[in-house]
């Protein structure tokens, strides 16, 4: 599985085509940030008027290239229950939720092993569930459904759904300390992910890099991601 695994905001279907062209042979998983307007903002697409559902990210087999890549969808919708059989249904194998964004958690997570057989660590090729904290988040919230994840997904920017927010370096020190706590668990960080905090990151035993603005303002992606393989090779990462 990659360590550095880009991830797109989409705008429309064409962008994410072009993105996803952009990197095609060169990952084996995308991250696909679907922002709804209301939990975060702004609406990324398919939920930009005028509103497509997300039934609509799929092709007749599946999520658009699906097979050349793995997804990952990052849930930054309110009750995400409601949405998230529709992005499994498409092809998503890899879901993370915000735990911020739902009042019904538990529930959530009782239902992705009652209809979808999720059960952490079984089948993560399959579908694997990841929970995303907010940097202002306490990490305590995490705690009790940490035996229900597969990986916790540490936000490095205040403001979620935007590419190109400045990294807050705050959530060193809650990586270094969940870390010391949960040698096991692992982890990934979106937001803020680039050349220039990519060593501190991986030195903290962050397992997977998501990274946004840094790589498509790059003038060349293929560059750009081998810049970051250097750094996990020098660097090393956490197991």
């Known amino acids: 599985m990659s360590v550095v695994v880009p991830t797109i905001l989409t705008s429309s279907r064409q962008d994410l085509i072009e993105k996803l062209g952009r990197v095609e042979g060169l ?15 702004p609406a990324t697409w398919p939920y930009t008027p005028p509103k497509d559902d997300a039934p609509e990210l799929a092709e007749p087999n599946g999520l658009l290239a699906l097979g050349r890549f793995r997804y990952e969808a990052d849930l930054m919708v309110a009750d995400p229950e409601e949405s998230i059989g529709t992005w499994i249904a498409a092809g998503a194998t890899r879901i993370v939720v915000h735990v911020e964004s739902t009042d019904y958690l538990p529930r959530l997570i009782d239902d992705l092993a009652h209809r979808f057989g999720h059960d952490k660590g079984f089948a993560p090729d399959l ?14 919230l995490l705690e009790q459904y940490l035996e229900s994840a597969d990986f916790v997904q540490f936000m490095g920017i ?39 905090t990519a060593p501190d990151l991986l030195s903290l035993g962050v397992n997977r890099l998501i990274v946004g603005s840094d790589l498509w303002k790059a003038e060349n992606v293929e560059e750009e991601l081998q810049r970051f393989q250097e750094l996990v090779e020098r660097y090393g990462t956490y197991s």
């Open 27 to 41: 990952v084996d998983t995308v991250q696909i940030d679907a922002v709804d307007g209301r939990f975060a903002s």
């Open 127 to 140: 579908l694997a569930l990841g929970l995303s904290i907010g940097i202002e988040t306490d990490t305590a």
């Open 158 to 196: 205040k403001t979620i759904g935007r590419q190109g927010e400045p990294f807050d370096r705050r959530v060193l020190e809650k990586i270094k300390a969940f870390r010391a706590k949960h040698p096991s668990v692992p982890i990934q960080v979106d937001g803020g992910v680039s050349l220039a």
